[in-house]
């Protein structure tokens, strides 16, 4: 990826709007709602530090902020627009208001923002085939205003995510490593997030990225290690803490291990196979398919992790390491 110069982002009023929406299917599903990115440019309200009511950095700035990098970076490229999801609604009302009962308050009289919020945008003309399946090239982000001081005057840190990966297109499952994500990304303004959004594309090393999924589909798990590989993953976490400090984390909790056994059997691109064997590739969206239920919070973290526990995996089947899941 050719190094880009810094530019300056346009004003608020100006952005970039994009005509097909990026992915028809959730990216995410947990706890969150689809919305429009004009209508929460038009209808949401924007927080702001109580100190000084100097306004936070908005989920329409930082999308914009994204999008304009993507823009630039990715020029000639078709780019579709932004698919976001909020949650955690924040919910108020206008002062003429103040003493009617929510259920006699009109539209104009309610005032909402949503605490957290994801976004992804695609470029679907970069792309790739791994085992049948298309991936393109998505950029994305997710912001928590729960992890911000709002009670402190303007000026501190905000906190950000940002990451670019590639979405898998056959179940919309996001493929993120660790070289694709900015996981707490601390900013004072709007120009130091696109910045920092710039450095994080052009550092990215897609064909690399690629070929380490590639990989995965040239190991193959049989029926049996994969139930020992489901037992230890139930078991993890009970372990005493010392065993599980020397233990590489396992951020997949008890249900979304069984959405994985569930998969196993039942998902229709990513199933075992008839002897009950299963390559890594597919071990690995059967992962990245049960972090769909994940909350916006966790969903970055966990989008990694799943990377990182099926390279653990190849590993300990290359012989290159030992690990306690296939022990």
């Not at 791994?130 to 729960?146: A, Q, S």
């Not at 690995?284 to 995996?313: C, H, M, P």
Request: net charge neutral; hydrophobic share 40%.
């Amino acid at each position: 990826m050719e190094q880009t110069a810094f530019i300056t982002l346009p004003s608020s009023r100006s952005y970039i709007d994009f005509e097909e929406v990026s992915t028809s299917k959730p990216f995410i599903q947990a706890n969150t709602e689809e919305f429009l990115l004009s209508e929460i440019r038009r209808n949401h309200n924007i927080p702001a530090f109580s100190r000084d009511n100097e306004p936070l950095i908005s989920h329409c700035d930082f999308i914009d902020a994204a999008s304009y990098a993507v823009a630039d970076i990715f020029k000639g490229e078709a780019i579709l627009s932004p698919n976001v999801r909020l949650s955690h609604p924040i919910k108020g009302r206008i002062p003429n208001a103040k003493d009617k009962a929510a259920k006699d308050l009109l539209e104009h009289e309610k005032t909402i923002y949503y605490e957290r919020m994801a976004f992804v945008i695609e470029i679907p003309t970069i792309s790739a085939d791994i085992g049948g399946n298309r991936l393109n090239l998505t950029i994305g982000g997710v912001k928590g205003y729960n992890l911000d001081n709002l009670n402190s005057k303007s000026g501190v840190d905000q906190h950000f995510k940002v990451f670019i990966g590639f979405q898998n297109k056959v179940c919309c499952n996001m493929c993120i490593w660790t070289d694709g994500i900015k996981a707490d990304l601390k900013v004072k303004n709007i120009q130091e997030l696109q910045n920092a959004i710039y450095c994080l594309f052009q550092q990215y090393n897609a064909a690399n990225h690629l070929a380490q999924m590639r990989t995965f589909s040239n190991y193959n798990l049989t029926e049996r290690q994969f139930v020992q590989l489901i037992g230890r993953c139930k078991l993890y976490t009970f372990l005493p803490a010392q065993v599980k400090a020397e233990i590489p984390s396992l951020l997949f909790g008890d249900t979304m291990i069984s959405t994985v056994c569930r998969d196993y059997y039942k998902d229709e691109s990513f199933c075992r196979l008839d002897d009950g064997s299963i390559n890594l590739w597919r071990l690995y969206n059967l992962f990245t398919g049960a972090n769909k239920s994940s909350y916006i919070d966790t969903f970055l973290d966990r989008s990694v992790n799943a990377f990182q526990f099926t390279e653990q995996i190849k590993s300990a089947l290359d012989n290159q390491r030992h690990s306690w899941f296939l022990n």
